[in-house]
């Protein structure tokens, strides 16, 4: 069987579109989106998420499926075939999945952690203390690794294990029937968690501060920049993922529907978790007699120290409730973790000549290995600059460069035309400027993002650790990426993508 | 909860979750399977 008869395909649409769904479900939707949400207008903010949703979400999207699926290869391939010289952008972007899925295995071991947790209660009261002593026995900074802390390496390989074994099953045996699985399981647990949080005393307050619309923020550009963040950060886009995805549809797929689905049941959850979120933190701010906006928190503050401080509070099944939202985080985490990976397997086995199962094991021990830095006592503070670096800058940087290339240089219109003909509705003109929109919006957030940057340095770490673990892998993805690029590809590499040139525009062949 | 907060929170779910279902309907009438 050649390579290409070998590279797998989803086995039913419902497989692939939730899938899909369940790689833009993240840890973001249950722990970034409401606390963005709350803080930039409430209900307001729903206006700009909704046009971003809408004007760049969806669109990339369609975008992405589209030449996913014309060209079949993950993004060094899709950049390479139109044109040598972007390859290396595919690789940037291959690379930045690397780094994410070394620290996003830690952050689902924590999860693992917590779950057991759960029912013991086990943080106690002092969750911040629990969290930064007993459990990642933190040091004082990030030039401060110390050693290797058992109690995250343990459920860290048990994160591998899972991840490895589903990848190993292939995409229709492997990813397509693990994200059956976990994505309804997600959708009950979260709806476990929403059920509970509004029947609890002062959820209304809660819900008041999510959804209360302060519509003074919408002349506010920051709020409108904040809204095409979290859609960009939310959607898997500009990464690699929906590329790798997208190239395992079978010839005759709808694009467009699959991206409208994928925008919309990714967004309709964020909603749903900012519902869970927030009526348990108005009922842990009556409890403390505070305002809401004093226990709001986002990220690994709020999953890690002011959820177990809220379940101390319920006044019944605490164990069970911590146990049901960790699952949430488990379920959200393994999906996107998946994908994440999936698209760097997916990338080396279609250039070089290995197998997929070799390019996996290779994968799994490199990536691995190179996890166990956030599994060190100082491995929050680095996880946190690498996060910041990949997200704030790789991600943005390399969707800039995709969306110059596809979206000015690329005859885009060849694109609109091909999903059209291929989809079970179509798009108008307005796609082609969205996407050429949505390239400005990212410049601007681009500029905005250095200049704070010069004016205060991330997080209060010194330059060196930002230079060290930030630059530094910026520096490795870039070099990476070039390095990957001029390495020789095998020969149905060189056939099917080098050698067959795309000419500027995608053309219709159906089957 | 506030007027403005109900009918916030009911015309963004139905948005989302009625395109989404709307999208899903297409998509079970289609032969794109």
Redesign the interface.
């Known amino acids: 069987m050649s390579k290409e008869e070998n590279r797998g395909q989803w086995g039913?649409?419902s497989g692939f579109?939730l899938a899909t769904i369940g790689s833009a479900i993240g840890l973001g939707n249950i722990w970034r989106f409401p606390y963005v949400a709350a803080s930039n207008g409430?209900?307001?903010f729903?206006i700009p998420y909704?046009v971003a949703l809408f004007t760049a979400g969806i669109p990339i999207l369609i975008l992405e499926f589209a030449m996913g699926h014309k060209i079949r290869s993950s993004v060094p391939g899709v950049f390479a075939k139109l044109n040598r010289k972007y390859e290396a952008l595919g690789w940037f972007q291959t690379l930045i999945s690397f780094f994410i899925a070394t620290y996003y295995v830690i952050i689902i071991g924590w999860s693992f952690s917590y779950l057991f947790f759960a029912f013991k209660g086990s943080w106690g009261l002092d969750t911040k203390g629990f969290l930064f002593g007993e459990y990642l026995q933190l040091t004082d900074s990030p030039m401060n690794l110390g050693g290797l802390n058992l109690k995250v390496t343990i459920p860290l390989i048990i994160v591998w294990g899972i991840n490895y074994s589903v990848l190993r099953m292939g995409v229709k045996n492997g990813l397509e029937k693990a994200n059956k699985i976990f994505m309804p399981l997600l959708v009950v647990a979260l709806l476990v968690i929403v059920v509970r949080g509004v029947t609890l005393p002062g959820a209304?307050d809660g819900?008041?501060y999510?959804?209360?619309?302060d519509f003074s923020k919408l002349t506010d550009p920051k709020v409108w920049l904040a809204a095409y963040g979290q859609i960009f950060y939310s959607l898997s886009i500009c990464f690699s993922i929906i590329i790798a995805y997208a190239s395992y549809l079978p010839r005759?797929?709808?694009i467009i529907?699959?991206a409208?689905?994928t925008g919309?049941?990714n967004?309709?959850f964020s909603?749903i978790s900012g519902?869970g979120v927030f009526s348990i933190l108005g009922f842990m701010a009556q409890a403390q007699g505070v305002s809401v906006a004093d226990v709001s928190a986002a990220g690994v503050g709020l999953a890690f120290i002011v959820f177990p401080e809220a379940i101390n509070q319920l006044p019944g099944m605490n164990g069970l409730i911590g146990a049901v939202f960790f699952c949430t985080l488990i379920f959200a985490g393994l999906s996107s973790s998946m994908s994440i990976m999936e698209a760097v397997i997916a990338a080396i086995s279609d250039k070089f000549k290995v197998t997929r199962r070799q390019a996996l094991n290779r994968f799994t021990l490199i990536s691995g290995v190179a996890s166990l830095i956030f599994a060190t006592n100082g491995g929050l503070y680095v996880l946190d600059i690498v996060d910041y670096a990949t997200n704030q800058y790789g991600i943005v940087i390399a969707g800039i460069l995709e969306l110059v290339i596809l979206g000015w240089i690329f005859n885009l219109e060849s694109v609109r035309v091909y999903a059209n003909e291929?989809?079970?509705?179509t798009v108008g003109k307005w796609w082609v400027w969205a996407i050429k929109g949505t390239s400005l919006i990212l410049v601007i957030m681009l500029v905005l993002k250095v200049k704070g940057e010069i004016l205060a340095p991330y997080g209060g770490y010194s330059l060196l650790a930002l230079g060290v673990y930030g630059l530094g892998v910026m520096i490795i993805m870039t070099v990476g990426a070039f390095v990957l690029t001029k390495k020789k590809g095998s020969q149905q590499f060189n056939d099917k993508i080098y050698n067959e040139h795309l000419d500027n525009k995608l053309e219709l062949e159906v089957e | 909860?506030?007027t403005?907060?109900?009918v916030?929170?009911v015309c963004?779910?139905i948005?989302?979750?009625g395109?989404?279902a709307l999208?899903?309907r297409?998509?079970m009438k289609?032969?794109?399977?």
């Open positions: 039913s649409r579109i409430g209900g307001a729903l909704l209304m819900l008041n999510f959804f209360t619309p005759k797929s709808d529907n699959n409208f689905m919309l049941g967004c309709s909603l519902i291929l989809s079970d509705f | 909860m506030s403005s907060a109900i916030v929170a963004s779910m948005l989302l979750w395109g989404f999208c899903l297409i998509a289609s032969d794109n399977k």
